[in-house]
């Protein structure tokens, strides 16, 4: 019999109070006794919505019933069918704006936990069990991937699996790109990340790092080695700026410049890594999605005493997750909604405070969202030592100005056909934020499995 509670199973988490002084990981996940008692509250229903709002289109119901039976590797090899990064899309996959969103349990109530399920089945798994790499059987064709993070990793291990030889280009010392730069370890532990592309590379992909296309190798380069086709996975690595009076002082970060600086070299591990964050008393970010609300708990982590949220919108329009607005609610964040920045001000070079202007919002503009708009007079300083801009990236334009024919849209991301992810370049392909700009993890992965199967119609099929 279902399990009729209205929410979901709870999963225990560290104290806000706690956490919000350590780069542990905030949430535990389920016990077994408490994943099967989630998964029971999933009825099974015949249309089986959840499907339709994956991505990636993972058998949803089908793992969950095995959750609900106890079959925790049988529901394993189902996720893996159409992921291989579960471990990963559990823990930062906005599914209540996808398969959640669409359980028919969240008409009255909360809907099934996919996501916590998710994670529980990728964590057991890697505790109690090692997955053996599928037979392939090779099939003379050799694809370049350029960049390693959730695009790339998810083209490279549908092509490995299809028989293709991979070669995976990366421009940084370490594999995962906005997995292991971008998202803190107190959401998205890096021995896991460093697990679950293990579990990529052990599909027989082959890594060249700190090779960066574009300037040590261009794509004419790649198909002259002999590659027949190159899926182009680079991110969105250019912060945006606000360019406003005062971004040049000592103290102002870009949201990639901060989270790199921590995440990757490990700034948050000083002395034990030489690579520190100078970090003050008073932290302002600018911003309102999951980047501003991660460099937002990472400033405070590093030991700043009051952090502001600085948004021209409210609480309703803010872009990150509800999840992660939760806790950083929970952690102390202070956040100042309805003002817009005017300057970056300073003294001796350093950054002392921002002047805002309080805004209100008025009619929709075309994005559907209502339009801030100033309110005259009500300009203020807010102090502060260091200023973080998380308001977007682009993809770096290094490679597409080294690649002629290679067309980009209106935002400077790739021009690509949406039904085989191919670019203006015959036999180029191309996925995730350098396509979209800055979006999820797990549309990136759907981007790269789509990808892949264009590559294998047309290059094996001869479709």
Not at 75 to 88: C, S, V
Not at 205 to 212: G, R
Not at 419 to 440: L, Q, S
Request: glycine share 10%; charged share 25%.
């Amino acid at each position: 019999m279902a399990n009729m509670k209205m929410t979901k199973t709870p999963m225990t988490e560290q104290d806000p109070l706690i956490r919000n002084k350590n780069f542990l990981e905030v949430a535990l996940g389920y016990t077994l006794e408490e994943a099967m008692e989630e998964a029971n509250r999933c009825i099974e229903c015949k249309h089986q919505p959840c499907k339709k709002g994956c991505p990636v289109n993972i058998k949803i119901p089908e793992f969950i019933k095995e959750v609900k039976a106890g079959n925790i590797k049988a529901a394993y090899d189902i996720i893996t069918e159409d992921n291989g990064l579960l471990a990963i899309c559990g823990r930062v996959c906005p599914q209540e704006s996808q398969c959640e969103s669409v359980c028919v349990r969240g008409i009255k109530g909360e809907p099934v936990g996919i996501g916590r399920l998710e994670r529980f089945v990728a964590d057991w798994v890697m505790a109690n069990a090692k997955p053996e790499p599928p037979h392939i059987q090779p099939n003379g064709k050799k694809v370049a991937i350029v960049g390693s993070g959730p695009a790339s990793l998810s083209c490279a291990s549908d092509l490995s699996r299809l028989g293709f030889e991979v070669v995976m280009f990366e421009a940084l010392h370490e594999l995962g790109g906005v997995l292991m730069y971008g998202i803190p370890e107190f959401r998205l532990p890096k021995d896991l990340v460093k697990r679950e592309i293990d579990l990529v590379l052990d599909l027989g992909v082959h890594v060249e790092k700190n090779v960066i296309i574009g300037k040590s190798l261009d794509i004419e380069d790649l198909f002259d080695d002999g590659f027949d086709a190159v899926f182009i996975g680079s991110g969105a690595g250019l912060p945006k700026f606000l360019n406003i009076p005062g971004e040049n002082l000592n103290g102002v970060y870009s949201s990639n410049e901060f989270l790199t600086r921590v995440n990757l070299m490990k700034a948050y591990d000083f002395p034990n890594n030489h690579t520190p964050v100078k970090m003050g008393d008073k932290a302002i970010i600018v911003g309102g999605g999951n980047v501003a609300m991660d460099a937002a708990r990472t400033a405070q982590r590093l030991g700043a005493k009051e952090v502001h949220v600085v948004y021209r919108r409210g609480m309703e329009e803010l872009p990150a997750r509800k999840e992660e607005i939760h806790h950083a609610i929970e952690e102390g964040i202070i956040f100042d909604l309805l003002n817009n920045p005017l300057e970056i001000i300073g003294e001796d070079a350093k950054v002392s405070g921002m002047k805002v202007i309080e805004m209100e919002l008025g009619e929709p503009d075309a994005s559907g969202r209502r339009r801030p708009v100033e309110i005259p007079g009500s300009e203020k300083v807010i102090d502060a030592d260091t200023v973080i801009i998380a308001i977007g990236q682009t993809p770096n334009p290094l490679l597409t100005d080294a690649t002629p024919n290679l067309e980009l849209n209106k935002w400077n991301c790739l021009q690509v056909n949406e039904e085989t992810m191919e670019t203006t370049v015959p036999n180029v392909y191309a996925g995730g934020d350098a396509v979209t700009g800055a979006a999820t993890v797990i549309l990136a992965m759907g981007a790269g499995k789509k990808a892949a199967k264009a590559m294998y119609n047309k290059l094996i099929l001869n479709q």
